[in-house]
């Protein structure tokens, strides 16, 4: 079945510092994938996604693209901040269009000044 | 206007009660889920609802029912509830038919924390 694997965290930075959270998955047919942030004590959020491969999506600064070849969806930023810390979670959802996600085991990021 | 509502958001019970969730989406969305995360943050789809039709029934034991009773509401009841049930329970929507469908955005709730003692 399908699966995504996450790095284990959790990661802790110091602000400004660059930012690369690995994944990468399996799966059949044409998934999509995507990037889910969860802050302390909401739900989740969609951060960014990609549908097919080479696409590139990128939100507040966040990116990361599709790479069939490697099938990986690494989570990228530049520059982080305080405000980042979360825990981010890899998803892909499959090609049959009903819009299950799987989801990674989840990363949590502490940014400190 | 909370999108996705989940009530309540913490809930404390002891081991053999029955208990239920309500979840509600304002988005007009046709799909709507349940998931379950651990004490280990790991996220796993447990039910999925189109238009009141269940179309996801992932290996979940049949102390747990969910129920539709319209799009726009999804429940989740849980019988005889066991220690391995402690989790945090979250709702989500999704338009998955129809025009603007099928962007695989989910919106979740703020979930409902389940401690069972």
């Known amino acids: 079945g399908d699966s995504v694997t996450q790095m284990e965290g959790p990661v802790t930075l110091s602000e400004e510092a660059f930012l690369t959270i690995n994944c990468t998955y399996t799966?059949?047919?044409?998934?999509?994938l995507f990037w889910y942030v969860q802050y302390p004590g909401e739900g989740l959020q969609l951060l960014l996604k990609a549908t097919k491969a080479d696409d590139k999506g990128s939100n507040k600064g966040f990116e990361a693209t599709y790479r069939k070849e490697t099938t990986s969806f690494h989570l990228e930023k530049g520059s982080v901040q305080v405000s980042d810390s979360a825990v981010y979670f890899c998803?892909?959802?499959?090609?049959?269009?009903?819009?299950?996600?799987?989801f990674g085991t989840g990363t949590r990021l502490t940014i400190i000044p | 206007d909370t999108a996705v509502s989940q009530t309540p958001k913490y809930l404390v019970t002891q081991m053999g009660n029955d208990k239920s969730i309500k979840c509600e989406q304002n988005l007009g969305h046709d799909t709507m889920y349940w998931y379950k995360q651990d004490s280990k943050k790991f996220l796993k789809i447990m039910f999925s609802?189109?238009?009141?039709?269940?179309?996801i029934n992932e290996t979940v034991p049949n102390r747990f029912s969910p129920k539709s009773p319209d799009k726009a509401h999804l429940n989740l009841h849980i019988n005889s509830l066991e220690l391995g049930d402690s989790a945090v329970y979250f709702c989500?929507?999704?338009?998955?038919f129809g025009e603007g469908g099928n962007t695989g955005e989910l919106f979740f709730g703020e979930g409902s924390r389940l401690t069972v003692l």
């Open positions: 799966a059949t047919g044409y998934p999509s």
């Open positions: 998803a892909l959802s499959d090609s049959f269009g009903n819009e299950k996600l799987t």
């Open positions: 989500a929507s999704s338009q998955v």
């Open positions: 609802y189109n238009n009141k039709e269940l179309i």
